[in-house]
């Protein structure tokens, strides 16, 4: 059975690495965190004294509900809300039609995806009091921190400073116990300095490898299924995209896109230089060789995402999630 196995000692390097930042985590575990698997990683995080994670929905957020202080529900629905769920809100109309009690207000600095305007973060204050919500949180997300060019991060730090300031005025008049502040994420925590990490920060891939100087903490392993012998002229699989032309051993092995393998036909190159040939297919896919025990598909995913000319987190998280998950060390 093809399996995922999930570094204990590389979660745990990474870690050590972010809070030598800031020692304050929001751990993003979002989207059966990036792909790792959500019980797993967040039995870790727990394990290594993480107190906070966002995750994308309720579904998420019980899932991992006993092993955490806050859970923030990035993109919350009405349903059940329990003491350690906060929300994302992200609209103005979503703040108007809000009925539960702790909130993070995502104020657009300059991404233009989601939250308020800052023409309309007094608007929204004043509604919070009335309303008599627990303001947890203020928040906005960099859109080009992995960027050289820093002109969009600039203007988005001054932004979020002069929203800071703002909200932090309005709560002392209005006796509201502030907030806590949080903008960085993975990539605005390798670039931006300590002053301006703020009250916490909220890594999601860096915690998981996918980031130059941090260590992959995910290993695919596929199991083989059969072994072919080839002669020269003898092609396989589908359209019969490879052909032989020596004698060659060939292994079948039980991943294909039916397991969230990007759809290749020709040749990928995978862990330690083996490689995976012809049209891959739906539940399985060949590699040059005779495998007994095992192919590491990946051990880095930065190195396999080059076959694809894509990011990380595109791989990670449509990995499949009856792939076998284990924490190893």
């Known amino acids: 059975m093809a399996?995922?196995?999930?570094?204990?000692?590389?979660?745990?390097?990474?870690?050590?690495?972010?809070?030598?930042?800031?020692?304050?985590?929001?751990?993003?575990?979002?989207?059966?965190?990036?792909g790792h698997g959500l019980?797993?990683?967040?039995?870790?995080?727990?394990?290594?004294?993480?107190?906070?994670?966002?995750?994308?929905?309720h579904q998420e957020g019980i899932a991992v509900l006993p092993f955490f202080k806050e859970i923030l529900i990035l993109y919350p629905h009405t349903g059940r809300s329990y003491p350690n769920?906060?929300?994302?809100?992200?609209?103005?109309?979503?703040?108007?039609?809000?009925?539960h009690p702790r909130i993070h207000l995502k104020v657009d600095t300059g991404?233009?995806?989601?939250?308020?305007?800052?023409?309309?973060?007094?608007?929204a204050l004043e509604l919070i009091k009335k309303k008599d919500?627990?303001?947890?949180?203020?928040?906005?997300?960099?859109?080009?921190?992995?960027?050289?060019?820093?002109?969009?991060?600039?203007?988005?730090?001054?932004?979020?400073?002069?929203i800071r300031q703002q909200v932090l005025e309005f709560v002392h008049k209005a006796g509201i116990q502030p907030p806590y502040f949080h903008l960085a994420n993975s990539a605005g925590v390798e670039k931006l300095p300590p002053s301006q990490l703020y009250d916490f920060i909220r890594p999601g891939i860096a915690l998981y490898g996918g980031l130059v100087?941090?260590?992959?903490?995910?290993?695919?392993?596929?199991?083989p299924?059969?072994?072919?012998?080839?002669?020269?002229?003898?092609?396989?699989?589908?359209?019969?995209k490879f052909t032989a032309n020596r004698p060659l051993k060939i292994t079948f092995i039980d991943l294909g896109y039916g397991d969230g393998i990007p759809y290749f036909s020709g040749k990928i190159k995978l862990a330690g230089g083996v490689e995976a040939v012809g049209k891959i297919s739906m539940d399985s896919m060949a590699v040059v060789g005779e495998f007994k025990k095992e192919v590491v598909v990946f051990d880095n995913i930065r190195q396999f995402a080059q076959n694809f000319n894509t990011i990380t987190y595109d791989l990670l998280v449509k990995l499949h999630p009856r792939i076998n998950r284990i924490v190893v060390e």
Do not use: W
Request: with cysteine.
């Open 213 to 223: 100087g941090y260590r992959p903490v995910a290993k695919l392993v596929g199991k």
């Open 39 to 57: 019980l797993p990683i967040a039995k870790l995080l727990h394990k290594f004294g993480v107190e906070r994670v966002a995750v994308r929905n």
């Open 133 to 162: 919500l627990e303001l947890v949180g203020v928040f906005s997300h960099l859109c080009c921190a992995d960027e050289k060019v820093e002109i969009d991060t600039f203007i988005q730090l001054e932004r979020f400073k002069q």
């Open 111 to 123: 991404m233009h995806r989601n939250g308020i305007s800052p023409k309309e973060l007094t608007r």
């Open 85 to 99: 769920f906060s929300y994302a809100i992200n609209s103005m109309d979503q703040l108007l039609k809000n009925r």
């Open 3 to 34: 399996t995922l196995y999930l570094s204990r000692s590389a979660l745990s390097f990474n870690l050590q690495k972010l809070r030598s930042k800031n020692p304050n985590i929001i751990g993003v575990i979002k989207d059966n965190a990036y």
């Open 225 to 240: 299924i059969l072994v072919r012998s080839l002669k020269p002229g003898e092609g396989i699989g589908y359209n019969k």
